[in-house]
């Protein structure tokens, strides 16, 4: 069994721990709390973990990441906003080099109703993506699922950025539309709503047709618009069924689809919208 030690803050602690309770693929789990967002000596123990989770936002997360790859642990680890632009490109490095794993928590791409559909390669026309937000402190996380679906399906970086965040939804509530110009001239549309319905779903315009997954009620519409039915996944079941791909890539000694280089790709367009919402909201 894959032995793990768990790195973050007591809530966050406790609410993971007995998620990966749950998973036949690790035993026995240590933990080191966090003070202050941070570690009391920023070093990690001398024991060799094969898997280390990290659950929470750190402030000063480099030497972690750093110190975790270079021992050839692999590493499960939530949005770290405080990884500068410098950090990405030598810890991307130094991955590659290593060969260990660094698994993103990105909970859509383990759902149900896309999982299998990510696996496939294509040539993808067209990109839209819409949700429900309840306020302007989930627009990070949200607008970072979008960017991390979006650099699996399109191997293209972004060529031009352009954002609105005045535009009204067709119920009345504020909506921030982000679009996004690829080298390769295709589209991608991220919709942020203000407002407390849960609207969640992921539309993909390819060569082979038109497909609608709506994750809030959990099926797939295709181009002819049928509807294929998915059974309901709670927010623990998916954590659960992300942990448990974590571990599954451990075993097996396989990449996950999305690599720590998607997310440094994710992360260096996420910076860029933000920079410009600073100056429209």
């Known amino acids: 069994m894959i032995q793990s030690l768990i790195i973050g803050n007591e809530v966050d602690i406790a609410l993971y721990s007995g998620i990966i309770a749950q998973s036949s693929y690790f035993g026995q789990l240590n933990s080191l709390q966090l003070v202050n967002n941070r570690l009391i000596e920023n070093n990690l123990p001398e024991q060799r973990f094969d898997a280390l989770f990290l659950v929470s936002q750190l402030e000063e997360p480099y030497p972690i990441f750093e110190q975790s790859i270079k021992s050839k642990s692999n590493i499960y680890f939530v949005d770290q906003p405080f990884l500068s632009d410098k950090d990405l490109v030598v810890l991307d490095q130094l991955n590659v080099e290593s060969g260990n794993l660094l698994f993103t928590e990105v909970l859509e791409l383990e759902h149900p109703l896309v999982q299998e559909f990510i696996s496939t390669r294509g040539n993808y026309l067209m990109f839209r993506y819409n949700k429900s937000i ?126 720590f280089h998607h997310y440094c790709l994710s992360i260096n367009t996420l910076d860029k919208i933000l920079n410009i919402l600073q100056n429209s909201f």
């Open 134 to 259: 309840a306020s302007k402190k989930h627009i990070r996380k949200n607008l970072l699922s979008a960017l991390c679906f979006l650099s699996i399906l399109s191997p293209m970086q972004v060529k031009k950025i352009n954002v609105n965040s005045m535009e009204t939804s067709e119920r009345g509530h504020p909506t921030l539309k982000i679009r996004l110009k690829m080298y390769d001239s295709s589209i991608a549309y991220i919709f942020l709503d203000f407002e407390t319905t849960e609207e969640h779903n992921i539309m993909i315009e390819s060569q082979k047709g038109t497909f609608q997954f709506n994750l809030s009620q959990n099926f797939l519409e295709n181009i002819h618009g049928v509807h294929f039915k998915s059974s309901p996944i709670s927010n623990d079941e998916l954590l659960l069924k992300t942990i448990e791909s974590f571990g599954l890539h451990i075993i097996m000694n396989t990449p996950s689809k999305f690599s």
